[in-house]
C-alpha cells in the first residue's frame, strides 16, 4: 500500500517542478523515488507484523551418568585390560545456548525463524582399579574408539605419593579434595556431550599393569629389538599426513588419532616391560639378487609418487620419484613397505634417548626378488639354473632375528 501511495505522492511532487534531468522527466522520477521508499515501509510493516518462529532444540534437564556405586569393588588386574569404570567425581553439566536467525525477506520483510541450541560440557572422575597401573592406552566411548584430539583429560596411576588433581581441587577446595591414592583413575575436563546425544558416554579404557615380578618375562626383557623395519614413516614421531582424492589421510596415527604409532608404540613398550633399558632400532634397504657380487642395496617404495606432509620421503638423498621400487604381489599389492626416511629414523632416535633408552642402529637387508625373474640360482650346480626364489628375505629376516637376539651387542647412541 504504501508503495502505491508514495509512489503517487513522488510522481505529483515531480510533475509540479515541470523540468526534465537528462531526459528523464521530474514526474518519473519522482514515483521511482517514491516507489522505493514505499517498497522500504511495506516490508517494515509485514515484518512487524509477523510473528518471530522460535525453534528450540533438546534441553538436558538430568545428568545421566555411566556408571557411580557407592561401595562398588576395586578390580585389581594383571597385564593389558580394557576395562569400565566408575564415576567417583562429577560436577554439575555447564550448558551453552547458541542462537541464529534467519529469515527476514528483502528489505527486512518477511518473517524470520530464531533456532536456539543446546550445548552440554561435563567434568567428571573415573575410577578404574587399584595401582599402581604403568599406562593407558586407547578409550573407547559408546564402544567406538573415542578421539581425544581437543579432550582434556589427565590419568593417575595410583601410587602413594598421587597429588589431588588440580581441576577437581579448584572446584571443590583442597581441604576437600582426595587424591585417591592407591586408586588409578582418569579426570575428564569440560568435556562436550554433543557428540554423546547430550550424556555421558559409556566408556572403557585399555589399562597396563605388568606384574610386580622381576622373575616374569617382562621383569626380565633388559633389550629388545625394534621392527617392522620398514614403513616410510612407522618411525616418525610427528604426525606425516597424505593427500588422497582431495582428502587428507594420516600415515602414521593408525593407534590413536592423536598419537603417531611409534610414541604409542614407546609407551606401551616402557608400561609393559619397565625393566627395558635398550632398543635396537631396525633399518631395512632392499637387495635384488641372491648373488652377493650382482646385488644392489638400495631404500625402496611402493609408490613413486606420493604427496605428503610436513615432510617428504628421503633417504640418503634419494628422493622418492628416484627410488627403488618393491615388487608386488599377483594382486598388485607391495610385498614390502618402504625404507624409514632419514628424518623417521632421527625422530625415533631421538624420543628413545629422551626416554632414557640406550639405543642401537641395526641395519637390515630384505631381498626383494621380482616374480618372473631369469637371475641365476646361485644354489645351483655352477649357477646354471635360472629362476631365483620370490623375495627369500622373509625366511631369512627370521633366522637374523635369531641369531641377534642370541649374541650380545653393545647398544651405541
Same mark, same amino acid.
Given at each position: 500500500m504504501a508503495t502505491l501511495v508514495l509512489g503517487a505522492a513522488?510522481?505529483?511532487i515531480g510533475g509540479s517542478i515541470g523540468d526534465a534531468i537528462l531526459g528523464v522527466s521530474a514526474a518519473t522520477i519522482g514515483g521511482f523515488i517514491g516507489s522505493t521508499i514505499?517498497? &522500504?515501509v511495506d516490508s517494515w510493516i509485514i515484518s512487524s507484523l509477523s510473528p518471530t518462529q522460535r525453534i528450540d532444540g533438546a534441553r538436558l534437564d538430568t545428568l545421566r551418568? %555411566? !556408571?557411580?556405586? #557407592?561401595g562398588a569393588v576395586i578390580p585389581r588386574l594383571y597385564g593389558r585390560m580394557r576395562?569400565?569404570?566408575?564415576?567417583?567425581?562429577? %560436577?554439575?553439566?555447564? #550448558?551453552?545456548?547458541?542462537?541464529?536467525?534467519?529469515?527476514?525477506?528483502?528489505?527486512?520483510?518477511?518473517?524470520? &525463524?530464531?533456532?536456539? #541450541?543446546?550445548?552440554?560440557?561435563? !567434568?567428571?572422575?573415573?575410577?578404574?582399579?587399584e595401582g599402581p597401573i604403568t599406562g593407558m592406552g586407547r578409550i573407547w566411548a559408546d564402544g567406538k574408539p573415542m578421539d581425544l584430539s581437543g579432550v582434556?583429560?589427565?590419568?593417575? +596411576?595410583?601410587?602413594?605419593?598421587?597429588?589431588?588433581? +588440580?581441576?577437581?581441587?579448584?572446584?571443590?577446595?583442597?581441604?576437600?579434595?582426595?587424591?585417591?591414592?592407591?586408586?588409578?583413575? &582418569?579426570?575428564?575436563? #569440560?568435556?562436550a556431550l554433543s557428540t554423546y546425544g547430550n550424556r555421558l558416554p559409556q566408556l572403557s579404557f585399555e589399562v597396563f599393569r605388568p606384574l610386580a615380578d622381576p622373575d616374569t618375562a617382562e621383569g626380565l626383557t633388559r633389550a629388545v629389538t625394534m621392527i617392522p623395519a620398514s614403513g616410510k614413516f612407522t618411525y616418525a614421531t610427528q604426525a606425516i599426513r597424505k593427500t588422497d582424492g582431495g582428502a587428507t589421510v594420516p600415515e602414521n596415527l593408525n593407534a590413536l588419532a592423536d598419537s603417531t604409532d611409534m610414541v604409542e608404540a614407546l609407551d606401551r613398550l616402557q608400561a609393559m616391560a619397565t625393566a627395558v633399558e635398550s632398543v635396537s632400532l631396525v633399518v631395512a634397504w632392499f637387495g635384488d639378487d641372491l648373488r652377493a657380487g650382482s646385488c644392489k642395496v638400495r631404500p625402496g617404495v611402493e609408490v613413486s609418487a606420493k604427496s605428503t606432509t610436513p615432510a617428504s620421503w628421503s633417504v640418503n638423498g634419494v628422493s622418492r620419484a628416484n627410488a627403488f621400487l618393491v615388487s608386488r604381489d599377483d594382486q598388485d599389492r607391495p610385498v614390502y613397505g618402504g625404507t624409514p626416511s632419514d628424518f623417521a629414523v632421527v625422530q625415533a632416535i631421538q624420543e628413545m634417548k629422551a626416554r632414557g633408552l640406550r639405543v642401537t642402529f641395526y641395519p637390515f637387508i630384505l631381498m626383494d626378488v621380482p616374480p618372473g625373474n !631369469?637371475?641365476?640360482? +646361485?644354489?645351483s650346480d655352477n649357477a646354471a639354473e635360472t629362476g631365483q626364489p620370490l623375495s627369500p628375505g622373509r625366511a631369512a629376516s627370521s633366522r637374523c632375528r635369531t641369531t641377534s637376539a642370541s649374541t650380545p651387542s653393545r647398544p651405541r647412541a
Open positions: 513522488g510522481a505529483a514505499g517498497s &522500504v551418568i %555411566t !556408571s557411580a556405586t #557407592e576395562m569400565g569404570g566408575n564415576i567417583i567425581w562429577a %560436577t554439575d553439566f555447564r #550448558e551453552e545456548t547458541k542462537t541464529t536467525t534467519q529469515g527476514g525477506g528483502k528489505g527486512g520483510g518477511g518473517g524470520k &525463524v530464531k533456532t536456539t #541450541e543446546y550445548l552440554y560440557y561435563a !567434568s567428571f572422575a573415573v575410577a578404574l582399579c582434556t583429560w589427565r590419568w593417575y +596411576p595410583g601410587d602413594e605419593a598421587q597429588a589431588p588433581d +588440580p581441576f577437581v581441587a579448584a572446584k571443590m577446595g583442597a581441604s576437600n579434595t582426595s587424591a585417591y591414592r592407591g586408586t588409578a583413575y &582418569v579426570v575428564f575436563e #569440560e568435556l !631369469s637371475l641365476p640360482k +646361485p644354489y
